[in-house]
């Protein structure tokens, strides 16, 4: 019995101290088909400004509304980004389009302890595509098979169907929903939302 006892506390350990070897900083780059996502760098704000932030059609479901001037994607680049990459718990990569090797928006990811919200845009030329899709499906698969993540997260206006669609592909559930979530900065309207979770099962 003491030996049984031993050997359990043993195999305890090893998956308590597996969880220590994993990764905090998720991956620098992503690669798929066709798209690279990379942590995001300085030279990628004038082509992430023009293609996503500073577009206000890319901005209707988005509560920050679209970035005034390629100074304030600079800015967000500069905290969450490459540069910033093992100081921050908040990562934003650049998508980019392999075929053009042109940036056409961005994905975010911002942990805390074991949990972490996600969020994610393109340029309206490069919608309906599935592109994010196959952006969300590298960072779920890092997560789910890498990470040292138990839940992931995020908050999605009710109307807006595409986005909804994309959560639920890349695996997570739409869970709760959320009267007025989402604060509109630029009208101060307030849309009703889904909250959507994948939760780790094994």
Not at 66 to 85: D, F, K, L
């Amino acid at each position: 019995m003491a030996l049984r006892r031993i050997k359990l506390s043993c195999q305890s350990f090893q998956r308590f101290g597996a969880l220590f070897e994993m990764p905090k900083s998720p991956p620098i780059e992503f690669s798929t088909d066709r798209l690279l996502l990379r942590a995001a760098r300085a030279e990628h704000a004038a082509g992430v400004f023009m293609e996503y932030t500073g577009n206000s059609k890319a901005s209707r479901f988005l509560t920050r509304g679209p970035h005034p001037a390629q100074s304030r994607t600079e800015a967000v680049i500069n905290a969450w980004g490459e540069s910033n990459w093992t100081n921050s718990d908040r990562f934003v990569w650049s998508i980019i389009d392999r075929s053009s090797h042109r940036p056409i928006g961005l994905f975010l990811m911002f942990m805390e302890g074991d949990s972490a919200e996600i969020h994610y845009g393109l340029g309206p030329a490069f919608w309906g595509k599935g592109l994010a899709t196959e952006a969300g499906l590298a960072v779920m698969r890092w997560v789910s098979e890498q990470s040292h993540l138990s839940s992931v997260h995020t908050t999605c206006a009710v109307a807006h169907d595409a986005s909804r669609r994309v959560l639920e592909k890349i695996g997570l559930l739409r869970d709760q929903f959320v009267p007025e979530a989402l604060l509109m900065k630029a009208t101060d309207a307030k849309l009703d939302g889904w909250s959507y979770v994948w939760r780790r099962t094994d």
